[in-house]
């Protein structure tokens, strides 16, 4: 399991640090990623690391959002800086096993129904 925490309602600028804790599995083994879902839109993927800390990013996130982990914890985090009304929405960690806990290249393009889900946490930037 997968559990959320952390959306906020912010102002324009503002900063949020999501988290993310597993719970009945051997986070190591696992690609984490973030991703968001607005109203009449479809899930993006924003983020994801690797179990040996490397990081990628949707271009419209790079350099304001951060996703890191701590696999003693079973957690990932992502921490979003200067955040717009774009960046209103529900969002998403998930997960998927790969040996090593390598994250695909093309995750984001994988099937939604090839991940494992939390039940997310609503972000809301206010102008």
């Known amino acids: 399991q997968f559990l959320e925490s952390g959306g906020d309602s912010v102002q324009t600028g503002g900063s949020l640090l999501l988290s993310c804790k597993a719970s009945g599995v051997t986070y190591s083994h696992y690609c984490m990623a973030w991703y968001r879902q607005s109203p009449g839109q479809s899930r993006e993927g924003v983020a994801r690391?690797?179990?040996?800390?490397?990081?990628a990013y949707a271009d419209s996130v790079n350099r304001r959002f951060a996703i890191s982990r701590d696999d003693a914890k079973n957690t990932v985090y992502l921490q979003m800086n200067d955040l717009t009304p774009e960046d209103s929405a529900m969002y998403y960690c998930?997960?998927?096993?790969?040996?090593?806990?390598?994250?695909?290249?093309?995750?984001?393009?994988?099937?939604?129904?090839?991940?494992?889900w939390g039940q997310g946490t609503q972000v809301t930037v206010s102008s």
């Open positions: 998930a997960a998927r096993t790969t040996l090593g806990g390598v994250c695909p290249a093309d995750l984001f393009t994988y099937p939604l129904g090839s991940l494992y």
């Open positions: 690391i690797a179990a040996d800390g490397t990081a």
